[in-house]
């Protein structure tokens, strides 16, 4: 029996595109057969896709699917988003969950739904995606498009997931666990230590201020690209999310000057991945600062500390300091954060895109956080 | 270059890039009967083509070629051989 036979469905791939309006409808999957579950959402991740504040029109795409004999082989979500460049306003249409089971992966479902994405292209804007697998960045990079990586490092707070993947015998392991905690652990203090600038009055808030847009116009005026904030999306990044892990924690942290104005603000998330990275660590509960930004380079540096505090007191493993900020992380090096490969940010610009010019292949004409596209949802 | 050199230059490109023997590669034959023929081998075999053949291809050329008999067509008209 060959490999087809005994694993898709036969006849004509096709590529449909599904819109926000469409999704709307409860049942709208309901059609499909489904065997893989390609299209079984948990609660919530409907309505979030359905709820994208920068998606103003019913219109716009928010789903491709790829169909063979009404069973859905594969998919791939899209959030219409926006980025500021000198003032201008870009759309940027950024991919979400691509996903096509191994039992269909030779229809080519997976390379014709990202075709047909990039066909969606905005002319004068961008496709986007923050998070890529290591499976799956060889198709981006083939296909043209270009990685301004943010560097990842690692703090480790706990030992006990990395002692159990690499020590197996089982008796080493307490007295492992107790050297690598009395090390990391001093670290991880260092790291915490210490409160914010006396002049910062530091909250959490349930909810976006609606003052909080201040500092988003002023992020704005950053010389380069600068994906867009909003205090509504801001809510729904608090809000939204996939199902996966709904114990994950996520807070706003905001810092006010004297004045009371808005001086800096951090989105921070902790959850829980049952198996996390390469290495397959189990049950490790990782924190991270995903968006931030301060009026000036201190006040920000002070804000991301304070999320990294934060997350920490919250009892996680690990905090991922991932950034194209170098001098938001460098810090963390000399208590202890280790090298953790790159959090990939990949864009291919739209064909009249002044973002093709060169220059745009620098981190440091990108302000794109860890937060963008979908990687805050849990 | 004439068709059977084209053909004989896919057959070897193919074979290499899906490790598989060269005899597998007959014309009927595509991404649904070979092991290992997926998206991302897809654009391994793209890249090689173009390597080999000293040509770029079109996303649409790109989606065409998931066939041994798709990729014979695009890579003839590219080449001008048909």
């Known amino acids: 029996m060959s490999k087809g036979e005994a694993s898709a469905p036969s006849g004509p791939v096709e590529i449909r595109v599904v819109r926000k309006g469409e999704l709307r409808a409860p049942d709208f999957h309901a059609g499909f057969d489904d065997p893989e579950r390609v299209v079984a959402f948990r609660p919530g991740h409907l309505d979030t896709l359905v709820g994208n504040p920068h998606s103003d029109n019913d219109d716009d795409p928010a789903q491709i699917l790829a169909i063979q004999s009404n069973t859905v082989l594969g998919r791939i979500d899209l ?5 500021t460049l000198a003032g201008e306003r870009l759309n940027i249409l950024w991919g979400s969950c691509w996903t096509v089971p191994e039992r269909f992966r030779s229809t080519m479902a997976g390379l014709k739904v990202f075709m047909k994405w990039m066909s969606l292209i905005p002319p004068t804007g961008a496709a986007a995606v923050v998070g890529v697998s290591q499976v799956a960045l060889p198709i981006y990079l083939k296909l ?5 990586p943010m560097p990842r ?19 080493a392991r307490p007295i492992a666990r107790v050297a690598l905690d009395v090390g990391l652990g001093a670290s991880a203090w260092l790291a915490s230590r210490g409160r914010p600038a006396s002049d910062l009055t530091i909250s959490v808030e349930s909810t976006p201020p609606d003052d909080l847009a201040e500092l988003f116009t002023h992020r704005a005026a950053f010389d380069g690209v600068v994906t867009e904030q909003s205090p509504e999306r801001m809510r729904w990044l608090l809000e939204g999310g996939f199902g996966v892990e709904p114990r994950a924690e996520r807070s706003l942290i905001v810092a006010r000057s004297r004045d ?8 921070t998330r902790v959850r829980l991945f049952e198996t996390a990275t390469h290495r397959q660590f189990k049950n490790v509960r990782i924190g991270g600062v995903l968006a931030s930004w301060g009026v000036d380079p201190e006040t920000h540096a002070e804000i991301y500390k304070e999320g990294v505090r934060r997350v920490l007191a919250a009892g996680t493993d690990a905090v991922d300091l991932s950034s194209h900020d170098a001098s938001l992380t460098d810090r963390y090096r000399a208590l202890g954060a280790v090298g953790a490969g ?13 973002l093709a010019d060169e220059r745009f292949k620098a981190a440091s004409s990108w302000r794109v956080s860890p937060s963008d596209g979908d990687n805050f949802f849990p | 270059m004439d068709q059977a050199t084209i053909r004989s230059d896919i057959q070897r490109v193919l074979a290499e890039t899906l490790g598989v023997d060269q005899s597998a590669i007959t014309p009927d034959a595509d991404s649904a009967s070979i092991e290992g023929w997926d998206s991302v081998n ?10 080999t053949f000293g040509v770029s291809f079109e996303p649409e050329e790109i989606e065409a070629m998931a066939s041994v008999a798709g990729v014979e067509r695009v890579v003839a008209a590219k080449l001008g051989a048909i």
Do not use: M
């Open chain 1, 260 to 267: 009371g104005r808005p001086a800096a603000y951090a989105l």
């Open chain 1, 342 to 354: 790159e959090l990939a940010f990949l864009f291919k610009p739209g064909r009249e895109s002044p």
């Open chain 2, 42 to 51: 897809h654009l391994n075999i793209v890249l090689a083509l173009e390597t």
């Open chain 1, 79 to 83: 959030y219409k988003s926006r980025a």
């Open chain 1, 144 to 148: 043209g498009w270009t990685a301004v």
């Open chain 1, 153 to 171: 490092r690692i703090l480790l707070r706990r030992s006990r997931a990395v002692v159990d993947r690499y020590i197996g015998f089982a008796p």
